[in-house]
């Protein structure tokens, strides 16, 4: 069966995105040094913002490999399957890890953009973790039809 443009799309730009994010996590101690330059926060507080943005970015990295992962059996066309329950289980608990983290930023600096990525993380670790409890019973039920059948 042809794959249809936008599952082409979408796995060209999870691609993008896991490479470009490991490139974009390597630099951020330079980044962050460079950045310090113009901007006083950066330079005061380099080394936690540099641990914590490095951890958020690493588990932002585990995400984007549970995704690809995941995206492999859409495109064999056989998403429900256990180890997508397991990478959706993961992906909660990296979700859970980066807000985390963020929360940690916010007692060095408190701005609204980190109060919403906590936020939008402790969500979507919820997401996923009730999403793997769907994808976990409709393994099941995949697996009682294969025997009726």
């Not at 329950?85 to 980190?114: C, E, Q």
Request: aromatic content about 16%; charged content about 15%; hydrophobic content about 60%.
């Amino acid at each position: 069966m042809k794959k249809s443009t936008l599952v082409l799309v979408t796995k060209g730009l999870l691609d993008f995105m896991f490479y470009s994010g490991i490139i974009t996590c390597l630099s951020v101690p330079c980044l962050f040094k460079l950045a310090g330059e113009y901007y006083k926060i950066f330079d005061t507080y380099y080394f936690p913002f540099t641990v914590i943005f490095m951890i958020a970015g690493v588990f932002a990295l585990a995400i984007l490999r549970e995704l690809r992962l995941m995206f492999r059996t859409v495109i064999k066309e056989d998403p429900f399957v256990m180890s997508n329950v397991v990478s959706l289980k993961r992906m909660g608990f990296y979700a859970f890890i980066i807000a985390a983290a963020m929360a940690v930023k916010l007692f060095f600096v408190i701005t609204p953009a980190t109060l919403i990525l906590v936020l939008v993380f402790i969500i979507a670790g919820l997401f996923s973790h009730v999403l793997s409890q769907v994808f976990d019973q409709a393994v099941a039920y995949k697996f009682e039809n294969d025997l009726t059948i």
